[in-house]
Structure formats: C-alpha cells, structure tokens
C-alpha cells in the first residue's frame, strides 16, 4: 500500500464512451501525474500537476482530459477513444515535482473495444 | 533524443547474484532511480543515485557512473519474490523522468 489509490482497477470501454478515473492521495504531496504503461514500453509522462497547476502536457491528444480539484484528487476524463489507448494507466504522487521518490498506485487495467 | 536502454528479460537462480544494467542518454542528470513492479501492482521505489558511486540497501545495491552514463542495480541472496520487473529512469535538467522500458526478472529455484 503506498497511499496513493485508483479506481476503477480494470475498465472496459467502447470508442463512444466516456469514462473518468480516479486517483486520490492522503499523504500531503503537492505533485500528482498520470502515467500511461503499455506493455514492453517505457513509462510515458501524460501530465504533471504541480500545486493543483498543470505544468506538463506531453502532446496528449485531446480524448484524455485530466482535472485536479484539489492536491488530493486527479482525475483522467476519456472520450472516443481508441483500442491503442488500451494499456494501464498509473497515477503517482511526490511532495513535490523535485523530489526523490513517487509513490504510485496500483494502476487502472483500460481495455478500449 | 532522450534514451534509457535496459535488457528486455533476465533470468536467475534463488541464492544467487544478478546485476541489471541501465545506460542512459538524457538532456542533463538530476538523479537516477530504481523502481520495482510486481506484475499487476504499482512501481515501488527502490533506490536514488545522483552522485558516482555505490548505494547499498540491505541485498539491493545500485551503482552510478555519471561519465559513463551508466547504472546498475545488484541483486543478492535472490528470492522468489524478486521476480518482478525492474525500472531504471533518470531525471532530466527539467526535473522530467525519463524511464526505461523495464527488465522482467525471472528467477528459477
């Protein structure tokens, strides 16, 4: 348990739908990201928020939307995607964006069909 | 470009000693990291190195050459339970993590 939570864990989804994930940290941190892991490739940075500021967009297409309510709280809103959006999406948290270590949580398994 | 090269898959004995190798391309070096992932499971965080030389964490050790661009990370007395991918990523003049695409460790009894 590193005190960072997702849900759903698994989500299946047509290409018309929409769909949000969650993630939620307790442990104070300042800077929250969302990963996208799909098999046998490297890690890829999707967004960074720095302080509830988004300070990172590494040409994510528009179909991922994220929102950060608060430093507690990320979300990943996801519209007309497509099957090679299929992979796990990881969310991670650090007391802030130079810091030494994230903790991540356990990832939401997307399956886009 | 920004480039982590790490071996895809390797394969050990229980008891015994295993190192994985990471070299790295980066736009500047502010630290390089180990993390472990269990299938199905989050990255943990296992080691930090900014400065030359050898960190050494109980049976995980993780080494620098910074001239070299170039990390490893030993594993001893292996268990079981080390079977698991192993994450190197360095983090950039920015403060980006560049990650590595992992190497799956097998270890066999």
């Known amino acids: 348990e590193t005190g960072v939570t997702q849900t759903p864990r698994h989500l299946v989804m047509g290409m018309t739908n929409k769909k949000s994930l969650k993630c939620e940290q307790h442990?104070?941190?300042?800077?929250m990201y969302w990963y996208k892991q799909s098999a046998k490739k490297p890690l890829e940075l999707m967004f960074v928020?720095?302080?509830?500021?988004?300070?990172e967009n590494n040409s994510v297409p528009s179909r991922f939307s994220p929102e950060c309510p608060n430093s507690s709280h990320l979300f990943l809103h996801l519209h007309t995607l497509q099957p090679e959006d299929s992979a796990l999406y990881l969310c991670?948290?650090?007391?802030?964006?130079?810091?030494?270590?994230?903790?991540f949580g356990q990832g939401t398994r997307l399956t886009v069909v | 470009g920004q480039n982590i090269d790490q071996p895809t898959e390797m394969t050990a004995t229980e008891g015994a000693i295993v190192q994985i190798n990471c070299t790295y391309q980066?736009?500047?070096?502010?630290?390089l990291f180990w993390y472990q992932q269990h299938a199905g499971e989050a990255p943990t965080f296992l080691s930090y190195?900014?400065l030359d030389g050898l960190e050494e964490k109980g049976r995980f050790s993780s080494f620098l050459s910074r001239s070299k661009g170039y990390s490893y990370l030993l594993l001893k007395e292996l268990q079981m339970k080390d079977s698991a991918s192993y994450l190197c990523?360095?983090?950039?003049?920015?403060?980006?993590?560049?990650w590595g695409a992992g190497t799956k460790l097998i270890i066999k009894p």
């Open positions: 990523a360095v983090r950039d003049s920015n403060y980006q993590l560049i």
């Open positions: 442990l104070g941190h300042n800077a």
């Open positions: 980066t736009s500047g070096f502010n630290g």
């Open positions: 991670a948290s650090s007391p802030k964006m130079e810091n030494t270590e994230a903790f």
């Open positions: 928020y720095n302080f509830k500021e988004q300070t």
């Open positions: 190195n900014v």
